[in-house]
């Protein structure tokens, strides 16, 4: 199975910090990765697709950058709505495998 | 809209059975698969299988092959997960996820569904 690895666990930002998360593959998946956002007893929402790609309807302020094993997810400008879990996922291969998350809080 | 909407929580004891359901609107049913993700209490989100709702077909991850059997009723456009000989580490929420791909391009999941809390308990 590929091993997703997510750092940090948590994050403490103030609203209008550039946050970043990291996720490393333990094997290439070519840009096979998506990236979501996931608040307590809602459905997760996609952000990022294709490790690049901004699903339709999100803000511009996400962006997700990288390909083979390293990937990053960037908040150019934290928001109030931002603070959340966040995870990543890789589908090159089954099994699908997740990031442990990050969860972004309020400093 | 798209909606994936999941049945209610459940509760069961060590050994039984649960079967979860999802059912969708606001698109085309078969053209589209369905994922099953479950997220444990302080765990990433884990990866279960996939159904295509077209022709029935499966693929289970090896940890659950023979435990779970994922179904779909194209008469209701809902997808079903049984997920059997229940213990105490199978407790967590349950999620239904649409992709129009089965891997690689538009693999993606686009929709979720909010979740069935499963728990299992004596």
């Known amino acids: 199975d590929i091993q997703m690895t997510q750092s940090p666990s948590t994050l403490s930002a103030s609203v209008g910090d550039r946050v970043t998360i990291t996720c490393r593959a333990s094997?290439?998946?070519?840009?096979?990765l998506a990236w979501y956002q996931h608040k307590p007893g809602k459905a997760p929402k996609l952000l990022i697709y294709k490790a690049s790609s901004l699903e339709s309807g999100v803000p511009s302020r996400f962006s997700g950058s990288g390909s083979g094993t390293e990937f990053t997810l960037t908040i150019s400008s934290l928001q109030p709505d931002d603070f959340a879990l966040y995870y990543c996922q890789q589908y090159n291969s089954y099994p699908w495998t997740f990031g442990q998350g990050t969860k972004v809080d309020i400093k | 809209q798209v909606q994936l909407v999941q049945s209610g929580a459940e509760v069961k004891e060590p050994g039984a059975s649960v079967k979860v359901s999802c059912k969708a609107s606001?698109?085309?049913?078969?053209?589209?698969?369905i994922h099953w993700v479950r997220q444990a209490p302080g765990q990433g989100p884990e990866w279960m299988g996939i159904?295509?709702?077209?022709?029935?077909?499966?693929t289970y991850a090896q940890k659950f092959q023979g435990r779970v059997t994922m179904t779909r009723d194209t008469s209701t456009s809902t997808v079903f997960m049984e997920l059997s000989s229940l213990r105490s580490d199978d407790t967590a929420v349950y999620y239904c996820?649409?992709?129009?791909?089965?891997?690689?391009?538009?693999?993606?999941?686009?929709?979720w569904g909010r979740g069935t809390l499963v728990t299992v308990s004596s």
């Open positions: 996820a649409r992709t129009l791909g089965s891997g690689g391009f538009g693999s993606h999941c686009d929709y």
């Open positions: 159904i295509n709702p077209s022709i029935g077909i499966t």
């Open positions: 094997q290439t998946i070519s840009s096979w």
């Open positions: 606001g698109y085309t049913f078969t053209g589209f698969y």
